[in-house]
């Protein structure tokens, strides 16, 4: 028969609501998303096996990653088979040691809820998504999604080839995309209203259409990483355990755990199944050995006594990124196309916030695309403040990178007063995951199971529900925002240099939360030179009745004050920084003033 006589097969043609372009674990949760708002979606691409059966990184959920992938992605049930994250842990001092000594500057905060706080909940389901984070291995929950997505209505699974061509309509016409296999036997055309690109580091949209934001060249990170296997029990002994001073104890193994070194830093993920992904990434302009990224690798890791017992003989793969750092001027766009994961953009493994803002700026395009679908209304005003604030967020993230990988991360007290600093943009976000859990939970991610009280949720969350706009920042400008924590963080790393660079030694200092003692004792900071322990641990002390937590509330006291409590901290400790790094400047010029009349 002539070929142009033959039928054509049903995926040679398709038309849908949007089409996602890419498979990972960011196209296949927007896929699910988008068919339980009740839209008809392709999702395209044509994965290897290699690329099916690949650790990948973003194993460890953190703020809203956990929330939307746990519900959208019903996932629930495979989180509590994962392995159970207790909260994250950051070090500095560990090279050469083979403990957690008085030498070494922590900064840790253990998640985990006491029962009690657990028991009140409405819903059984609200303490996990809420805050029972996890860390997963990707290939396997990439898998479950892959199914479920061929079993949910509405969705097209079309892992038959990779998107060459997009033609975007003019008006109210359909984008049409060509897709093509990787033997080329077979291609095809997606007709559609919506195209949201999450194509990971290949980048469809952002590259053809120029979207790249130039990112300074001051600033360049590599990341190389493996993931192991045999890594038990066993391994982490009791040099592993921090003791609080009520005798409550934390096992750092069991956090996120992060080793910082000068220009580095190492992540420790454990996983089920006795595996751990290991990651080093640094800063390029001054690597901290010779070599290529996996020689690094190695080398950096063998400065850990305490990390011995990782060998090549249970490494399960090794993979590195040269550039790590990309980031694109916009998430929507007026056209009808969006760009969000790796597509858009990513800054740093560091406080995995990559699954995290993806989730968010995923839900925020939906709502955009879906009122456009449903009603012919693109909301231009939200589809600006989406772009404004997100961007705004990666801002943030980049400031806190960036400043940890300077000589400051050897004073202990930027350590520190960094770490918090962070805290107050985290802490801030605390209402908007309280709000976004509430909405997914008792909507299952379904518009048309809204009433009015998840209406208000969710008009709320599309002004709130970003990094740079949770309160006490909302009255502000995205972008105004992003700039006071950039220079915040250039403070604290300019006077933690002076002091450095002058023979100021402080000791190293450490400070743990849990959730029921979540704040440090910044107030002791003038006199850990003078304590036995310079250690900021609180003791846990009885909570207050309105910290707990139902579920079922618009606005939880505690965590409508948490951002403003935390900012208020941190602007305490740093004005002490200011005044005391000012008094030793005074002084040194004294001095240095009476050796000149000498």
Same mark, same amino acid.
């Given at each position: /028969?002539?070929?142009? @006589?033959?039928?054509?097969?049903? =995926?040679?043609?398709?038309?849908?609501?949007?089409?996602?372009?890419?498979?990972?674990?960011?196209?296949?949760?927007?896929?699910?998303?988008?068919?339980?708002?009740?839209?008809?979606?392709? +999702?395209?691409?044509?994965?290897?096996?290699?690329?099916?059966?690949?650790?990948?990184?973003?194993?460890?959920?953190?703020?809203?990653?956990? &929330?939307?992938?746990?519900?959208?992605?019903?996932?629930?049930?495979?989180?509590?088979?994962?392995?159970?994250?207790?909260?994250?842990? /950051?070090?500095?001092?560990?090279? *050469?040691?083979?403990?957690?000594?008085?030498?070494?500057?922590? =900064?840790?905060?253990?998640?985990? %809820?006491?029962?009690?706080?657990?028991?009140?909940?409405?819903?059984?389901?609200?303490?996990?998504?809420?805050?029972?984070?996890?860390?997963?291995?990707?290939?396997?929950?990439? &898998?479950?999604?892959?199914?479920?997505?061929?079993?949910?209505?509405?969705?097209?699974?079309?892992?038959?080839?990779?998107?060459?061509?997009?033609?975007?309509?003019?008006?109210?016409?359909?984008?049409?995309?060509?897709?093509?296999?990787? @033997?080329?036997?077979?291609?095809?055309?997606?007709? #559609?209203?919506?195209?949201?690109? +999450?194509?990971?580091?290949?980048?469809?949209? &952002?590259?053809?259409?120029?979207?790249?934001?130039?990112?300074?060249?001051?600033?360049?990170?590599?990341?190389?990483?493996?993931?192991?296997?045999? +890594?038990?029990?066993?391994?982490?002994?009791?040099?592993? !355990?921090?003791?609080?001073?009520?005798?409550?104890?934390?096992?750092?193994?069991?956090?996120?755990?992060?080793? =910082?070194?000068?220009?580095?830093?190492? =992540?420790?993920?454990?996983?089920?199944?006795?595996?751990?992904?290991?990651? $080093?990434?640094?800063?390029?302009?001054?690597?901290?050995?010779?070599?290529?990224?996996?020689?690094?690798?190695?080398?950096? %890791?063998?400065?850990?006594?305490?990390?011995?017992?990782?060998?090549?003989?249970?490494?399960?793969?090794?993979?590195?990124?040269?550039?790590?750092?990309? +980031?694109? @001027?916009?998430?929507?766009?007026?056209?009808?196309?969006?760009?969000?994961?790796?597509?858009?953009?990513?800054?740093?493994?560091?406080?995995?916030?990559?699954?995290?803002?993806?989730?968010? !700026?995923?839900?925020?395009?939906?709502?955009?695309?879906?009122?456009?679908?449903?009603?012919?209304?693109?909301?231009?005003?939200?589809?600006?403040?989406?772009?404004?604030?997100?961007?705004?967020?990666?801002?943030?993230?980049?400031?806190?990178?960036?400043?940890?990988?300077?000589?400051?991360?050897?004073?202990?007290?930027?350590?520190?007063?960094?770490?918090?600093?962070?805290?107050?943009?985290?802490?801030?976000?605390?209402? *908007?995951?309280?709000?976004? #859990?509430?909405?997914?939970?008792?909507?299952?991610?379904?518009?048309?199971?809204?009433?009015?009280?998840?209406?208000?949720?969710? #008009?709320?969350?599309?002004?709130?529900?970003?990094?740079?706009?949770?309160?006490?920042?909302?009255?502000?400008?995205?972008?105004? $925002?992003?700039?006071? $924590?950039?220079?915040?963080?250039?403070?604290?790393?300019?006077?933690?240099?002076?002091?450095?660079?002058?023979?100021?030694?402080?000791?190293?200092?450490?400070?743990?939360?849990?959730?029921?003692?979540?704040?440090?004792?910044?107030?002791?900071?003038?006199?850990?030179?003078?304590?036995?322990?310079?250690?900021?641990?609180?003791?846990?002390?009885?909570?207050?009745?309105?910290?707990?937590?139902?579920?079922?509330?618009?606005?939880?006291?505690?965590? &409508?004050?948490?951002?403003?409590?935390?900012?208020?901290?941190?602007?305490?400790?740093?004005?002490?920084?200011?005044?005391?790094?000012? $008094?030793?400047?005074?002084?040194?010029?004294?001095?240095?003033?009476?050796?000149?009349?000498?």
């Amino acid at each position: /028969m002539p070929e142009n @006589d033959r039928a054509a097969a049903p =995926w040679e043609h398709l038309r849908a609501d949007v089409c996602v372009v890419g498979s990972g674990i960011v196209g296949l949760i927007n896929s699910l998303a988008y068919a339980k708002r009740g839209l008809s979606v392709v +999702c395209v691409d044509q994965p290897t096996e290699k690329q099916l059966a690949s650790y990948k990184v973003g194993e460890s959920l953190l703020i809203y990653s956990n &929330a939307f992938l746990r519900v959208l992605g019903e996932l629930d049930e495979a989180f509590q088979k994962s392995f159970h994250k207790a909260g994250f842990w /950051m070090a500095h001092g560990m090279e *050469g040691r083979t403990s957690f000594d008085e030498s070494v500057s922590e =900064w840790g905060f253990e998640s985990d %809820l006491p029962q009690h706080w657990i028991d009140k909940a409405v819903n059984p389901l609200f303490p996990r998504v809420m805050f029972e984070d996890s860390q997963i291995v990707r290939p396997e929950i990439e &898998a479950e999604l892959r199914e479920r997505a061929r079993k949910t209505e509405g969705v097209t699974l079309l892992e038959r080839g990779l998107v060459r061509e997009v033609e975007l309509g003019r008006d109210a016409a359909d984008h049409t995309l060509t897709w093509v296999s990787r @033997d080329r036997r077979e291609q095809g055309r997606i007709d #559609t209203r919506w195209i949201v690109d +999450c194509s990971g580091r290949s980048r469809l949209l &952002a590259r053809r259409f120029g979207h790249d934001l130039p990112l300074d060249s001051g600033f360049a990170t590599t990341a190389a990483w493996g993931q192991f296997s045999h +890594c038990s029990d066993d391994l982490f002994d009791e040099r592993w !355990t921090y003791h609080f001073p009520d005798g409550d104890t934390a096992r750092r193994d069991r956090n996120t755990l992060h080793l =910082w070194g000068a220009g580095y830093w190492i =992540w420790i993920i454990r996983l089920a199944g006795d595996r751990v992904s290991v990651g $080093v990434t640094y800063d390029r302009n001054r690597p901290p050995e010779e070599g290529n990224a996996r020689e690094v690798f190695w080398q950096v %890791l063998r400065r850990y006594p305490v990390l011995d017992w990782l060998t090549e003989d249970h490494l399960l793969e090794f993979s590195a990124y040269k550039d790590v750092q990309h +980031c694109t @001027d916009t998430f929507v766009s007026p056209r009808r196309y969006a760009m969000v994961g790796d597509a858009s953009s990513i800054i740093d493994a560091y406080y995995s916030q990559g699954l995290s803002l993806s989730m968010t !700026t995923s839900w925020h395009i939906a709502n955009i695309a879906e009122r456009d679908i449903r009603d012919g209304h693109l909301d231009t005003g939200y589809l600006d403040h989406v772009n404004r604030a997100v961007t705004a967020d990666w801002r943030i993230m980049r400031s806190m990178v960036r400043s940890k990988y300077s000589e400051a991360i050897g004073d202990s007290r930027f350590f520190i007063l960094d770490h918090l600093l962070d805290l107050t943009v985290f802490g801030a976000a605390m209402l *908007g995951r309280f709000r976004a #859990t509430r909405w997914l939970i008792e909507t299952e991610g379904r518009t048309s199971e809204e009433n009015a009280e998840h209406v208000r949720l969710r #008009t709320g969350l599309s002004r709130r529900m970003y990094l740079s706009q949770s309160a006490p920042w909302h009255h502000l400008d995205p972008h105004r $925002v992003a700039g006071i $924590v950039e220079s915040w963080h250039r403070g604290l790393e300019r006077r933690a240099k002076w002091r450095l660079e002058n023979g100021v030694e402080l000791p190293a200092t450490k400070a743990a939360m849990r959730a029921y003692a979540a704040l440090p004792g910044i107030w002791r900071l003038p006199f850990v030179q003078r304590m036995a322990k310079a250690d900021l641990t609180l003791k846990a002390v009885k909570e207050p009745g309105f910290t707990s937590v139902r579920g079922t509330e618009y606005r939880p006291p505690v965590m &409508a004050v948490s951002g403003s409590l935390v900012l208020a901290l941190a602007g305490m400790g740093t004005l002490y920084d200011i005044a005391d790094t000012r $008094v030793r400047k005074l002084r040194k010029f004294g001095r240095e003033l009476r050796r000149g009349r000498r």
